[in-house]
């Protein structure tokens, strides 16, 4: 029979419809605007159409979700920022797109480079969030963001991040990647045992 096939394709999208409707209703208004609801509807079980009321409702990121980098500083006692970049340029080197410039700071007696970045910045117009300055940074000094939501009026002025937009103490980073935090610093106790170890058998 000519059409059928388009009569059962609208009757699943109709099923989808009534049932939306239908737990709507059982759930009345815990079904949106709080997480605990956004996460029932991702289940595979969950019936009806699955949509999001953004901004108001926001599906919860994943801990590996990567967008721009930023730089990780230290805190320290007397609340004394130590940035761990060391201005080496190794992020620069493998950026895919070339978006990253650093201007190592420079002695102000010697003219001596130090180890520390006297600019750091990104394109991010250009940024393809590929992760490789993270991957290979040798000091765990640049990590990738979850703050995606990054639109502006003006490019040219606002898309380039300099080093103070840039700069977020190790605590933001615990924050929105705990477990890959919890492992990071187990790895570095771990060498600082393995070192203490050697001391103790010289």
């Not at 099923?15 to 709080?34: F, M, N, P, Q, S």
């Not at 999001?52 to 500083?73: K, Q, T, W």
């Not at 520390?116 to 250009?126: G, K």
Request: with cysteine.
């Amino acid at each position: 029979m000519k059409g059928f096939g388009i009569l059962k394709g609208l009757g699943v999208t109709l099923k989808h419809l009534v049932d939306t409707y239908v737990e709507d209703i059982k759930a009345g208004r815990d079904r949106y605007y709080t997480e605990d609801g956004v996460r029932q509807r991702m289940t595979s079980d969950t019936k009806g159409i699955f949509t999001i009321n953004y901004p108001e409702e926001r599906l919860p990121l994943a801990e590996a979700f990567r967008y721009v980098p930023f730089l990780v500083y230290d805190e320290g006692e007397d609340g004394e920022r130590s940035i761990r970049c060391t201005a080496c340029g190794i992020c620069s080197k493998v950026c895919p797109s070339q978006c990253i410039w650093i201007e190592r700071a420079e002695d102000p007696e010697t003219s001596k480079p130090l180890k520390t970045p006297a600019e750091f910045a990104i394109d991010i117009d250009l940024c393809m969030n590929c992760g490789f300055c993270a991957e290979y940074c040798p000091f765990d000094a640049i990590k990738m963001d979850h703050d995606f939501e990054l639109a502006v009026y003006d490019r040219i002025d606002v898309n380039i991040h300099r080093k103070e937009r840039l700069l977020k103490p190790a605590s933001y980073y615990a924050s929105i990647r705990p477990e890959s935090y919890a492992l990071e610093q187990k790895a570095k106790a771990e060498v600082a045992a393995r070192k203490a170890a050697r001391r103790g058998n010289r």
